[in-house]
């Protein structure tokens, strides 16, 4: 389920029914979950999108659930949705990484844009953790030595420093250092440098 959806936990059918359909008439598209021990049992990785959970369900409590997931290293962004808030709770919610913290009963428009920005937000880390890997992957195909040179390089040595630091000749520094542009698709040392910072 790549496709960003709102993963709505909620105990109360007619709470999931009027969400679901609210959502579905925004544009958005939503599962939804009894309990959150249904959605922690039904999750998987490749889930793109938001939480949007209540906070007091039977068994484990919308602060359980968003903990859980902390601790699974499951990275959604959580917007939180109770009839029963309190500054403790909220503080709480929000200190454990949820986004927004909504009281019931909400205001559609901001639920809306709530919810659009959760997604935003995902998508922004999953493009950038992508990005992470897509990196890491071209920088592993270089040798030890290109590694030490392309190091060295992006740490901002010009080439004769390089030479003396591995004790070769600038000149065989100019060809580690083509050979690395190539490996890594880099026009020149500012591109290699975003690349070592996950930039690019």
Wanted: proline share 3%; net charge neutral; aromatic share 4%.
């Amino acid at each position: 389920m790549d496709t960003a959806t709102v993963f709505l936990v909620d105990d109360d059918a007619s709470v999931r029914d009027s969400l679901s359909l609210l959502l579905s008439l925004r544009g958005l598209r939503a599962q939804v979950f009894a309990s959150a021990e249904s959605f922690l049992e039904t999750y998987q990785p490749g889930w793109r999108g938001c939480l949007l959970t209540d906070l007091r369900m039977p068994g484990l409590s919308g602060l359980d659930l968003q903990m859980m997931l902390r601790e699974r290293g499951i990275m959604l962004p959580v917007v939180m949705l109770t009839a029963h808030g309190d500054v403790a709770t909220t503080r709480a919610a929000l200190k454990a990484g949820a986004l927004d913290f909504l009281e019931k009963p909400f205001d559609e428009e901001l639920l809306i844009e709530v919810l659009r920005n959760a997604i935003h937000i995902d998508q922004v880390r999953h493009g950038a953790t992508a990005a992470r890997i897509a990196n890491a992957s071209l920088i592993e195909r270089l040798t030890p030595r290109e590694r030490e040179v392309f190091d060295f390089l992006t740490d901002g040595l010009q080439n004769r420093a390089v030479a003396q630091r591995l004790g070769i000749s600038p000149r065989t520094v100019e060809v580690y250092k083509a050979r690395i542009m190539e490996k890594l698709q880099c026009r020149n040392i500012a591109d290699a440098v975003k690349l070592r910072l996950g930039m690019v």
